[in-house]
């Protein structure tokens, strides 16, 4: 988790991410987008549902929506034009 060290101040006491960081901190929201995206394996196929308790598991500000489209947006993880199935993209563009 060293990696995510700058990421300690969005933590709840329960470890989970308690908001998003705002406009000006785009290297942190790259860094939160992509510790969410690690907790998918790859070659598996997700339903929203499923994407959506992966990503609650991890934050408590209660927004998967948002985070689901900020994955697709930055391309970590992609989905069927219809949004019923995720998967882990091979076109990651952030670090």
Do not use: C
Not at 16 to 37: E, S, T
């Amino acid at each position: 988790m060293k990696k995510y060290a700058s990421l300690n101040g969005y933590l709840d006491p329960n470890g989970k991410f308690d908001r998003f960081p705002g406009k000006r901190q785009k290297k942190k929201q790259a860094l939160m987008l992509q510790f969410l995206a690690e907790q998918f394996t790859a070659d598996r196929q997700y339903s929203e549902k499923e994407v959506n308790e992966i990503l609650n598991r991890h934050h408590s500000f209660n927004d998967p929506a948002t985070l689901r489209r900020l994955l697709f947006g930055s391309r970590l993880i992609d989905r069927t034009i219809d949004g019923r199935s995720y998967w882990l993209s091979n076109k990651k563009t952030l670090t």
